[in-house]
């Protein structure tokens, strides 16, 4: 601990799923990408009088927040500053905190952990405290618990963690030494619920456990599969594990006629692979390009197709900016 300081700041990037999402939250395996060209930087100052909060999602005050009017990145913000506060034990007044940058929310790509966790770095700075992972980890856990009701713990990790990481029943390991495959996130510009796709996947499980789960340990083999790939680099193989994939989240009920687009839009744009990411039923699609130079082409066929937005991953990230 040392002397609390006026001003301090706190940042968290957005994540990629590349395999794994919904059979993560039933202990399967899943494998996530930082996705450093989208991040969040939380400043917290000292003031006099009660909280003020301004995120990129929402400017103006705590009150605006409390009205209800505020979009739901605003209340999932204010959760993190109220509970931040909380586990350091101090009142909820003499804080500003204005978050930059720019994570779009609602798309599978971790807003609201990201949101959280800089948020909670920030102010628990301000107060001269540097949290252990594990700290941070719980503050996030906690704003993800009110956006998504039981989420994994994936996505708080990946949003933490500089480099890729497998997951799975609550643990997170990097990955090290592995190939980083030339990725490009295509976004539907539809929002997408986690809470509400991961509802839909419980409810079908009700009705059939059995073929659920068949698709589930599918979804872990192919996890599997894909550890294998990364460390041997054989993109043609990721890239097929990628499709078949998509398909069985597709019968899960999580994909979205945008989403099959922007896959097929990828593939006839050349990726050897494309995938919803993310919770699903709106949100975004990740498509492995066969090098890193088929990148600006594999992202403008997307562009073309539609995508709202296109953020390459693990290089190419400077010629898109
Ligand atoms: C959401 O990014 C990933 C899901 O698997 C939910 C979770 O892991 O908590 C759909």
Not at 158 to 183: C, H, K, N, Q, Y
């Amino acid at each position: 601990m040392h002397e609390p300081e006026r001003g301090a700041h706190g940042s968290a990037h957005a994540k990629t799923i590349l395999l794994g999402e919904h059979a993560v939250v039933y202990g399967r395996p899943a494998i996530a990408f930082p996705v450093r060209s989208l991040t969040l930087t939380a400043h917290a100052r000292a003031v006099d009088g009660p909280l003020r909060l301004s995120t990129p999602y929402h400017h103006g005050s705590i009150a605006a927040v409390d009205d209800g009017t505020a979009p739901r990145e605003e209340h999932l913000a204010e959760a993190a500053l109220r509970h931040t506060l909380d586990a350091l034990g101090v009142a909820h007044d003499g804080v500003d905190v204005t978050v930059t940058g720019r994570i779009p929310a609602a798309r599978g790509l971790g807003s609201s952990a990201a949101v959280a966790s800089a948020i909670s770095v920030a102010v628990a700075r301000l107060h001269g405290i540097d949290l252990t992972y594990e700290a941070r980890f719980e503050l996030v856990q906690f704003v993800e618990r009110i956006a998504h009701g039981s989420p994994s713990g994936l996505d708080a990790h990946a949003t933490m963690s500089p480099g890729p990481i497998r997951f799975e029943s609550g643990v997170a390991r990097p990955l090290v030494d592995t190939w980083l495959p030339p990725l490009v996130i295509a976004d539907t510009g539809v929002a997408g619920h986690t809470a509400a796709a991961v509802a839909s996947v419980r409810a079908l499980r009700t009705t059939d456990k059995r073929g659920v789960d068949a698709a589930f340990d599918a979804i872990a083999a192919l996890v599997e599969g894909a550890h294998t790939d990364l460390r041997t680099g054989d993109a043609t193989a990721l890239g097929a594990r990628m499709n078949a994939c998509h398909s069985i989240l597709s019968d899960l009920g999580v994909s979205s006629p945008e989403l099959d687009t922007l896959v097929d839009a990828a593939h006839t744009g050349g990726a050897l692979g494309a995938k919803l990411t993310g919770g699903g039923q709106g949100g975004c699609v990740i498509a492995l390009a066969p090098t890193p130079a088929d990148v600006p082409a594999l992202a403008r066929s997307l562009t073309e197709a539609g995508a709202r937005g296109v953020w390459p991953v693990n290089g190419g990230e400077e010629e898109a900016a």
